[in-house]
């Protein structure tokens, strides 16, 4: 059982939009923070779309859906960690 990239790609994916999420966040100006939750969850659709450009994974809505909010999760518990490691 070899791992190709259409299984790989949704783990990728996943990795992807909170680290996309960072740079996009690092790039936009501070007014237009409020746009950074909707970048985030049309990144999902958008990489599910090249997912299924680049593989044999055919793209759905839910699929697309499920890949945005594991990856906000992701970012989520990552700067909840963050926060609480903070001497207070």
Do not use: C, H, N, Y
């Amino acid at each position: 059982m070899g791992l190709d990239w259409a299984t790989l790609s949704t783990p990728v994916i996943i990795a992807l939009v909170p680290i996309l999420v960072m740079l996009i966040k690092k790039l936009i100006p501070d007014r237009l923070t409020w746009l950074i939750p909707l970048i985030a969850t049309a990144l999902g659709p958008v990489l599910d779309f090249l997912q299924s450009t680049f593989t044999t994974v055919a793209p759905t809505s839910a699929r697309a859906i499920g890949l945005g909010l594991a990856g906000i999760g992701i970012r989520e518990l990552i700067d909840q960690i963050r926060k609480a490691m903070v001497p207070r």
